[in-house]
């Protein structure tokens, strides 16, 4: 039986190749849809995982919590606690997987049409069984002597780590490490999903600007001034956090930006300076303390009075500035009119309309654990 808790996420291990009913495919055109269905109220839920590992003797699936689940992106609320039911749906794709809208059937009787190469087709199901979902554990207080020195309470914490979804609407946008990634027939990146409820997908058509993708990480090639870019437009009007994860190769390119005009970024600016500009105003230099970059997380935060303070791998850094305006944000890799690509990897990049010293730590702290 699968054991889960309320508000948490979820990894699950079953047997499905022994089952397997589409042959005429490989694994990687292969993904499971799995169905949830609450014993006491009836309550059902469809999700596909957000990642999914397929091996000889088992596949394993992990789904994270959110207060509004999610399908496509594998995000699940499983309330009321109790016994559920889950049943694994087989669905295959004769070319490139995608499990986004107009793709990927979101029931076991869902049919798209009209048929195509790229849209998934529901098999059949290959395993079923049942899961119990215990409420969510909070904190004990306990008392202990030792060495006859005076009682001390402690806390015991347990439970599950903090998520940048435990932020709410604070979270504009999270792109996260190995998560959400579609890949071409060539290994380049055309997808890699928003795991908020903000819906700020990243993609990318043009195959020689696709970033390659591999062990978790995207990796783009300035040459091609390789890049993704969402439809819609994350802002940011007032305090803001923003933290990722990368590493260059060479120290001039663009993290994130807004495509729509070249003064609106952040960008590496050199083997120890970081860019910051918005509205095509001034820009802001961030000087390391010491040393240069290399494969770090980094946190960039303003605050209500546009104070710009930074962090690298969990440290704050003594230089800071003032930056005033509205930023957008659309692009991951460039600038407008492909300027200034970057050159490098980067595993994760999450954004907050929000700051505050507890945020901060908990970004760095995920960030490390990467």
């Known amino acids: 039986m699968i054991q889960a808790i309320t508000e948490t996420d979820l990894i ?23 169905k949830f269905t609450n014993d006491m109220d009836k309550s059902i839920q469809y999700a596909y995982g957000f990642t999914e590992v397929i091996r000889n003797r088992y596949t394993v699936l992990k789904f994270d919590y959110s207060p509004s689940p999610n399908v496509y992106t594998g995000r699940v609320n499983f309330v009321p606690a109790g016994y559920w039911k889950y049943e694994a749906y087989e669905v295959s794709w004769a070319s490139d997987v995608g499990v986004s809208s107009g793709f990927a059937p979101t029931t076991e009787n869902d049919v798209l049409t009209p048929p195509a190469a790229n849209k998934g087709i529901v098999q059949g199901l290959v395993t ?13 207080q306990v008392q202990y002597t030792q060495h006859r020195e005076p009682t001390t309470t402690n ?19 999270w792109y996260r490490k190995d998560t959400l990634v579609t890949l071409s027939g060539s290994n380049g990146v055309t997808f890699w999903g928003d795991s908020s409820d903000g819906g700020y997908e990243m993609v990318q058509a043009t195959v020689s600007e696709q970033p390659s993708f591999s062990s978790g990480v995207l990796t783009f090639d300035p040459l091609n001034t390789q890049n993704l870019q969402t439809t819609g437009q994350i802002t940011l009007a007032g305090a803001f956090t923003i933290g990722f994860k990368a590493n260059p190769t060479t120290y001039l390119g663009t993290v994130i930006a807004d495509n729509t005009t070249a003064g609106e970024f952040i960008r590496y600016n050199g083997t120890s300076k970081i860019r910051v500009q918005i509205d095509a105003g001034s820009a802001v230099d961030l000087d390391l303390d010491s040393g240069s970059w290399g494969n770090d ?28 305006g509205t930023s957008d944000i659309d692009t991951i890799g460039v600038r407008r009119v492909d300027q200034s690509p970057f050159d490098g990897t980067i595993e994760e990049i999450q954004i907050y309309s929000a700051t505050s010293t507890a945020l901060i730590n908990h970004i760095n702290t995920r960030l490390a654990s990467l």
């Open 12 to 34: 699950v291990y079953i047997q499905t190749e022994d089952n397997r009913i589409d042959t005429s495919v490989t694994t990687a055109n292969i993904r499971h849809l799995f």
């Open 128 to 140: 079923k069984g049942k899961m119990y979902v215990s409420e969510k554990s909070g904190t004990e």
């Open 297 to 324: 997380y980094i946190v960039i935060a303003r605050d209500g009075s546009d104070l710009l303070t930074f962090y690298v791998n969990g440290v704050l850094q003594a230089d800071s500035g003032t930056l005033a």
């Open 155 to 173: 806390y015991i914490y347990y439970g599950q780590e903090w998520l940048p979804t435990d932020e709410g609407a604070n979270l504009e946008a």
